[in-house]
């Protein structure tokens, strides 16, 4: 059973940094494109990052230069380092990865940024 677990979510000011984890388990990941995306109130689920089985990212444009996605297969982790966080970063963020095709997701954390 695939299951992945989001960690590393909280409250911050602008400007602020988060790092947020993912942990899968039931599977190795080295083969699974892993991303993150994000849900805000009120508005569609957005990809944020992906990152492919080379290592290879890409991002969406509302957070390029600022989110840098990385992984570590030996720990079936994934990362999303998150710098110079603004107000219209607030949201849930899911942590996601494509095994054998089929795509499994976290429950999410929450990342509010707010002074």
């Known amino acids: 059973q695939v299951q992945l677990v989001e960690s590393g979510g909280g409250l911050v000011q602008p400007g602020g940094s988060l790092r947020l984890s993912c942990i899968g388990s039931?599977?190795?990941?080295?083969?699974?494109?892993m991303g993150w995306y994000r849900r805000a109130p009120g508005k569609q689920r957005e990809q944020v990052a992906l990152?492919?089985?080379?290592?290879?990212?890409t991002y969406a444009d509302s957070v390029k230069g600022r989110f840098s996605i990385s992984r570590d297969n030996a720990k079936n982790t994934v990362y999303l380092q998150m710098n110079s966080l603004k107000s219209e970063d607030t949201a849930v963020y899911y942590c996601?990865?494509?095994?054998?095709?089929?795509?499994?997701w976290g429950q999410g954390t929450q990342v509010s940024v707010s002074s």
């Open positions: 996601g990865a494509a095994v054998r095709g089929v795509w499994y």
């Open positions: 990152i492919s089985t080379v290592h290879s990212t």
């Open positions: 039931g599977s190795s990941f080295s083969d699974s494109v």
